[in-house]
């Protein structure tokens, strides 16, 4: 608990385009700010602040990971990594990463790496060695070259012992393109541990596909299948995805016979390998009888966020003769959206019959079908 992570997110990054700063623009499914916080949920960092900019105060709500330490932004980027510095005050921090917000793709080993040389270093930060020849230029005409021997390409996280950055900082006059040059003018030597090609930082508009190619390569994706079937008995409603729907008879079983939220449940933790309900919530156990599916969803889902995951889509398929699921699609969408945390969009139930074939089709009762796409960065 005595490393600490700041995340510079105040400014405005409006030159990537999207008409929102480029931390809040969607990135293979996610905020850049979600991939670039979750990067840093590591062991080793017991704390992690976030520099907001005041407009964006409320965004932090929707972060998966929390706690977050919220600082405000400050007029430039020095006077933003200050109010971070001084958020951490009094928490016995002994070493400090300042990241830029939008560089999504750091890699932990990058981040490990810079921690490991504060052992030794009052400073380190990674950075990558010009290999490409350089020139200088002026009205789209060469005029001239650069020597590139012991020049490199500098990035983030940017690591010092707390104490040194923040006397560095207190003392230093102004802005500063980075927290190296602080450091530096404060007469701290800063290690230089190895850079990574993939840790770019979005600035304009084609680094989003770029950054999203690198982080689809890096994805941790499951696939899980549900399958569930309950016949009918006597009733006057079946609940199906959380809806219920009038029918001339119910559906039975141990719990509600919600065959649909069975299904689903069953794929997440198909995805797992978790096995399925029955291992959670034995139906030897009297407790559930009657339960309101709802419960075994919700511990599927937090089961899969509680081991890293995030729940990308789910596609269930109901089958049976009646009722019509279709005037009732919508509904369960956003019924089975609502439990699991997830937009409507990412959630598909869809119906069809088996042509008067099997049981389904004699009108003995219900199955289901359902896929799940659990992705972990």
């Not at 590591?42 to 706690?67: C, H, M």
């Not at 399958?227 to 001339?248: A, N, Q, T």
């Not at 139906?283 to 890293?308: C, M, N, T, Y």
């Not at 089975?336 to 969009?345: K, V």
Request: aromatic share 6%.
């Amino acid at each position: 608990m005595t490393t600490a992570a700041i995340i510079v997110a105040a400014g405005r990054g409006t030159r990537a385009g999207g008409g929102v700063p480029k931390q809040w623009r969607p990135l293979a499914g996610r905020r850049v700010a979600d991939w670039t916080l979750e990067r840093f949920a590591t062991p080793q960092i017991g704390y992690v602040v976030l520099v907001l900019n005041p407009e964006d105060r409320d965004a932090w709500k929707e972060f998966a990971q929390t706690p977050l330490i919220l600082a405000p932004g400050g007029d430039d980027r020095a006077g933003s990594v200050k109010n971070g510095l001084a958020a951490l005050d009094g928490l016995g921090i002994t070493k400090v990463l300042i990241h830029d917000v939008a560089r999504p793709c750091v890699s932990k080993d990058t981040i490990r790496a810079v921690l490991d040389a504060l052992d030794a270093h009052p400073g380190a930060a990674p950075g990558l060695a010009v290999t490409d020849a350089l020139w200088t230029g002026a009205e789209g005409l060469v005029t001239g070259t650069r020597d590139r021997d012991g020049l490199f390409a500098a990035q983030t996280p940017q690591g010092f012992r707390y104490e040194a950055i923040v006397a560095a900082h207190a003392a230093h006059p102004g802005a500063a393109a980075d927290d190296v040059e602080v450091a530096r003018a404060a007469g701290l030597t800063v290690a230089i541990v190895p850079g990574d090609p993939d840790n770019l930082k979005i600035t304009r508009a084609e680094d989003f596909a770029r950054a999203e190619r690198i982080l689809r390569q890096d994805m941790d994706v499951r696939l899980g299948n549900g399958y569930d079937v309950h016949r009918f008995g006597p009733g006057d409603h079946v609940i199906l995805c959380g809806i219920k729907v009038p029918h001339d008879r119910g559906l039975q079983g141990h719990s509600d016979a919600d065959v649909g939220m069975h299904a689903v449940t069953d794929a997440l933790y198909g995805a797992l390998a978790e096995g399925d309900i029955g291992r959670h919530f034995p139906p030897s156990d009297p407790q559930w009888k009657g339960a309101a599916s709802e419960i075994f969803l919700r511990h599927a889902v937090d089961l899969v966020r509680a081991r890293g995951f995030t729940v990308s889509n789910i596609d269930c398929t109901l089958v049976c003769e009646y009722p019509k699921i279709g005037p009732h699609a919508l509904a369960m969408q956003k019924e089975m959206a609502r439990i699991m945390g997830l937009e409507t969009t990412r959630i598909s139930v869809k119906a069809t019959t088996s042509e008067r074939l099997g049981f389904t089709g004699r009108g003995e009762g219900i199955a289901a079908l359902a896929t799940a796409c659990l992705v972990k960065p």
